[in-house]
């Protein structure tokens, strides 16, 4: 089955075009991705009127170069799937709207995807099949932990109460003085830093359950940063190595605790981690070696797949055609469609 994919959730505008058969690894034919990173840069965050009309601007030219790429033209194509949410609603529409668009004109099935799923499941585009495991989402929007039994078999342990793990970040390092998006940015001045200079918070840690917190997180950075340069509120010369690596460590004391609890909870010896922020190396690293403590097997995305893409949205797709499903042309987005429901 050849499937052509749009995502267009927040600012990237990405199209692949994805090959597979049931129960074989998936082939990703051409996976094309536009990004408006450095547009919002200078507001410090995503606007959703320079989003939306830069995607309208560079949709058509990526789906052409992805069928170019993909050495297929578009009545090869079997079915088209789009992002339908989370997101920003007017983002959201473009692909949407387009990928419905195409599948009308061309007589072919439409797939309406939710973004979340297409993270939870990029572990695996190269396996084709999705084993019994614990997830975790981590990203911008997102903290959400689930115990999954296979594709479309959700159950929601866990999430955050108030900023994601990559909000946090986004937020901390504009208090340092970093650019937009901060998770690099943090990561990168982390690395000659001493994680345990400062002793930030790790929020519910001792709590049941298995929700997160990152706000308070948040608040005692600024707090630091009051006490120790009040005429500022900025890092002292040298401080912002120490600083970073202290807030990074705390985040991932929080989300290495909180997932391996959750494993053991529903009896899984999978984690697979997903989602912007599992880009970072440190945190990478620290599962890797609390995976191996236990005798878990951890399942990572590969880079390309870990921040917004559509090779992830096109494969949860797939999963979803093979079982001959199909979307109508004239269901909704949801700018707040979950992934489970409550």
Do not use: W
């Amino acid at each position: 089955m050849l499937l052509l994919a749009i995502e267009s959730s927040c600012d990237e505008t990405a199209v692949a075009v994805m090959s597979g058969e049931p129960g074989r690894p998936a082939r990703i034919l051409a996976s094309e991705i536009s990004s408006q990173i450095e547009l919002h840069r200078v507001y410090g965050g995503v606007v959703p009127e320079i989003a939306s009309r830069n995607h309208s601007l560079h949709l058509r030219p990526l789906v052409e170069q992805a069928l170019k790429h993909a050495g297929v033209a578009i009545h090869e194509i079997d079915a088209f799937a789009a992002t339908s949410g989370p997101g920003l609603a007017s983002s959201l529409l473009i692909g949407a709207t387009a990928a419905k668009a195409m599948a009308a004109a061309t007589g072919k099935p439409f797939l309406a995807v939710n973004h979340l799923e297409g993270h939870l499941l990029s572990p695996f585009v190269d396996r084709g099949v999705v084993p019994e495991h614990l997830a975790l989402i981590v990203s911008g929007g997102h903290t959400l932990l689930l115990d999954v039994a296979g594709p479309g078999r959700y159950r929601k342990l866990g999430s955050t109460r108030d900023d994601a793990a990559g909000e946090a970040f986004d937020k901390v390092a504009k208090m340092l003085g970093l650019p937009y998006p901060g998770g690099p940015e943090i990561e990168k001045a982390a690395l000659g830093g001493n994680p345990e200079a400062f002793a930030f918070p790790r929020s519910m840690m001792k709590e049941p359950g298995f929700d997160f917190s990152f706000s308070g997180l948040k608040t005692a950075v600024l707090y630091t940063l009051s006490e120790r340069n009040p005429e500022t509120g900025t890092p002292l010369p040298g401080e912002l190595p120490d600083l970073c690596a202290s807030f990074q460590q705390a985040v991932i004391d929080v989300l290495v605790t909180k997932t391996l609890r959750a494993a053991r909870h529903a009896g899984r010896r999978t984690i697979a981690l997903s989602g912007g922020v599992s880009l970072n190396k440190a945190l990478r690293a620290a599962f890797e070696a609390a995976c191996q403590r236990e005798g878990l097997t951890l399942a990572t995305a590969t880079p390309g797949l870990c921040t917004d893409n559509a090779a992830m949205i096109a494969f949860a797709a797939l999963l979803r055609a093979f079982e001959g499903q199909s979307s109508p042309l004239d269901g909704d987005i949801d700018p707040n469609l979950p992934l489970v429901s409550a």
